[in-house]
């Protein structure tokens, strides 16, 4: 590991949920040189997965260490002078259909951490946590398991993001857009050890340590160091709707509904009355051919395809969607049109723990990814973790839980119908076929 002063160069490639956090805890633990570099020329990059709608915050996992975690979280959320107004308490009603251990699991450590959960056993709990003109859907009908964690709900993304920039702008870290960085710069041959980055613009920034915390697009930017066999590029397809204020003043105080056995859910309306929905899946790879490394996925965006074009969903995902809809507040879905779609590109670990720390054989080179779907409700602290990995302070159980070098490499290439444990289900990626996307009438009610 390499030994970083307090004025050493650190450039953080990425200004996302792990780039910005980790800067703003290395600023606060007295770091003084931090450059955090980014490809979009404005901030936040609009095709993060970082910048979104609203992301739900919940501490709900059979692994303590991330309730634990997520409980630190939710109490910075609460700090409005560092945070903002960006997190809203509406609680998360959790349900988990035929073998629900992993909701169940998830019930009892919320318990023993002392979380406020409300057990919804039965059909008549369930519908009672919500207004008497809400209409419920066959999903809250079935012999599942369910419960409500009041300490829980949803924060605003793209807000919490832009917070998180003017937090490490204020104790004095240095944020650039526009800086594609291309390839890393080694002191010599032998060594191999980074001492910086190149970008496509042909600027150099050295350091003493650079942290890689690029998302989705780490597989196809650094594949020599992070091949997708321990990071695979994922686009989740996201649909919103949007209600007449008196419908929004029906919904306005459900909590977010997360169903875990499926992966489907969907927030209450934001300020702008507009509900977001997705289904937390395996998701669709776009492979792209590369002449050294084989084929890899990588992200299509408003930002590489255009606003338009680069919005697209699979028809098939806007199906799936519609029903998972139909299941839950059916006569929203059977009326209202998606208005909006969007793929947000994951970076996905086979086993959803996350990947922070250093490359094997190059000490400088530092990793900090791997979000799977759920990092961003960690922003305010997820930084500290990779903080105490450079520090190497990091207790040696997470080192070995987030080690880069922990997953097996047979052949660094993904396979089709490559599988993803997701919150302790498995689930299969799909290619993403560009002559299968929506169409505005694909958006309808059925």
Same mark, same amino acid.
């Given at each position: 590991?390499?030994?970083?002063?307090?004025?050493?160069?650190?450039?953080?490639?990425?200004?996302?949920?792990?780039?910005?956090?980790?800067?703003?805890?290395?600023?606060?633990?007295?770091?003084?040189?931090?450059?955090?570099?980014?490809?979009?020329?404005?901030?936040?990059?609009?095709?993060?997965?970082?910048?979104?709608?609203?992301?739900?915050?919940?501490?709900?996992?059979?692994?303590?260490?991330?309730?634990?975690?997520?409980?630190?979280?939710?109490?910075?959320?609460?700090?409005?002078?560092?945070?903002?107004?960006?997190?809203?308490?509406?609680?998360?009603?959790?349900?988990?259909?035929?073998?629900?251990?992993?909701?169940?699991?998830?019930?009892?450590?919320?318990?023993?951490?002392?979380?406020?959960?409300?057990?919804?056993?039965?059909?008549?709990?369930?519908?009672?946590?919500?207004?008497?003109?809400?209409?419920?859907?066959?999903?809250?009908?079935?012999?599942?398991?369910?419960?409500?964690?009041?300490?829980?709900?949803?924060?605003?993304?793209?807000?919490? *993001?832009? @917070?998180?920039?003017?937090?490490?702008?204020?104790?004095? &870290?240095?944020? !650039?857009?526009?800086?594609? +960085?291309? #390839? /890393?710069?080694?002191?010599?041959?032998?060594?191999?050890?980074?001492?910086?980055?190149?970008?496509?613009?042909?600027?150099?920034?050295?350091?003493?340590?650079?942290?890689?915390?690029?998302?989705?697009?780490?597989?196809?930017?650094?594949?020599?160091?992070?091949?997708?066999?321990?990071?695979?590029?994922?686009?989740?397809?996201?649909?919103?709707?949007?209600?007449?204020?008196?419908?929004?003043?029906?919904?306005?105080?459900?909590?977010?509904?997360?169903?875990?056995?499926?992966?489907?859910?969907?927030?209450?309306?934001?300020?702008?009355?507009?509900?977001?929905?997705?289904?937390?899946?395996?998701?669709?790879?776009?492979?792209?051919?590369?002449?050294?490394?084989?084929?890899?996925? *990588?992200? @299509?965006?408003?930002?590489?395809?255009?606003?338009?074009? &680069?919005?697209? !969903?699979?028809?098939?995902? +806007?199906? #799936? /969607?519609?029903?998972?809809?139909?299941?839950?507040?059916?006569?929203?879905?059977?009326?209202?049109?998606?208005?909006?779609?969007?793929?947000?590109?994951?970076?996905?670990?086979?086993?959803?723990?996350?990947?922070?720390?250093?490359?094997?054989?190059?000490?400088?080179?530092?990793?900090?990814?791997?979000?799977?779907?759920?990092?961003?409700?960690?922003?305010?602290?997820?930084?500290?973790?990779?903080?105490?990995?450079?520090?190497?302070?990091?207790?040696?159980?997470?080192?070995?839980?987030?080690?880069?070098?922990?997953?097996?490499?047979?052949?660094?290439?993904?396979?089709?119908?490559?599988?993803?444990?997701?919150?302790?289900?498995?689930?299969?990626?799909?290619?993403?076929?560009?002559?299968?996307?929506?169409?505005?009438?694909?958006?309808?009610?059925?």
């Amino acid at each position: 590991m390499v030994e970083v002063k307090p004025d050493s160069p650190i450039v953080i490639v990425g200004a996302g949920c792990f780039g910005l956090s980790t800067a703003y805890h290395l600023l606060k633990r007295g770091f003084t040189n931090v450059i955090v570099l980014d490809r979009a020329e404005t901030l936040p990059a609009k095709d993060a997965a970082s910048t979104d709608l609203n992301k739900i915050v919940r501490s709900s996992y059979p692994d303590d260490f991330y309730t634990s975690l997520a409980q630190n979280a939710v109490k910075a959320w609460k700090d409005k002078d560092e945070w903002g107004n960006n997190y809203h308490e509406t609680g998360v009603l959790i349900m988990g259909e035929r073998n629900a251990g992993y909701t169940k699991a998830s019930y009892a450590n919320d318990l023993a951490l002392g979380v406020r959960v409300v057990n919804l056993e039965g059909e008549e709990k369930r519908k009672a946590v919500f207004a008497s003109g809400v209409e419920l859907g066959t999903a809250f009908t079935r012999n599942c398991f369910a419960y409500l964690n009041r300490d829980g709900g949803w924060v605003h993304a793209e807000d919490g *993001t832009r @917070r998180a920039l003017e937090n490490v702008q204020a104790l004095g &870290g240095t944020i !650039i857009g526009g800086k594609l +960085v291309k #390839e /890393l710069v080694r002191a010599n041959v032998e060594t191999g050890r980074t001492t910086g980055v190149r970008c496509t613009d042909g600027s150099v920034y050295s350091a003493e340590l650079v942290v890689l915390a690029t998302g989705s697009w780490t597989p196809s930017t650094f594949p020599e160091s992070v091949p997708q066999s321990q990071c695979l590029a994922t686009g989740q397809s996201i649909v919103t709707i949007r209600l007449s204020p008196e419908e929004a003043n029906l919904y306005r105080e459900v909590p977010v509904v997360y169903n875990q056995t499926t992966g489907f859910y969907i927030f209450p309306p934001n300020a702008e009355n507009i509900v977001k929905m997705a289904i937390h899946a395996g998701g669709h790879t776009r492979d792209i051919q590369t002449n050294q490394h084989g084929t890899i996925s *990588t992200p @299509r965006t408003t930002l590489t395809h255009g606003e338009t074009e &680069g919005s697209r !969903i699979p028809i098939e995902a +806007v199906q #799936e /969607l519609r029903r998972s809809f139909q299941e839950i507040y059916p006569a929203l879905a059977n009326s209202k049109p998606f208005v909006t779609t969007r793929m947000c590109w994951y970076a996905d670990t086979q086993d959803d723990d996350w990947l922070i720390g250093s490359i094997p054989g190059d000490p400088s080179l530092f990793v900090a990814t791997g979000g799977s779907g759920h990092a961003y409700k960690f922003l305010p602290v997820i930084g500290s973790l990779v903080t105490d990995a450079i520090q190497g302070v990091l207790p040696e159980h997470l080192v070995k839980k987030f080690a880069v070098d922990r997953r097996q490499r047979p052949n660094d290439k993904v396979n089709p119908g490559f599988t993803l444990r997701i919150e302790r289900r498995t689930d299969t990626t799909r290619r993403l076929s560009e002559s299968s996307l929506s169409t505005d009438k694909d958006l309808l009610p059925l």
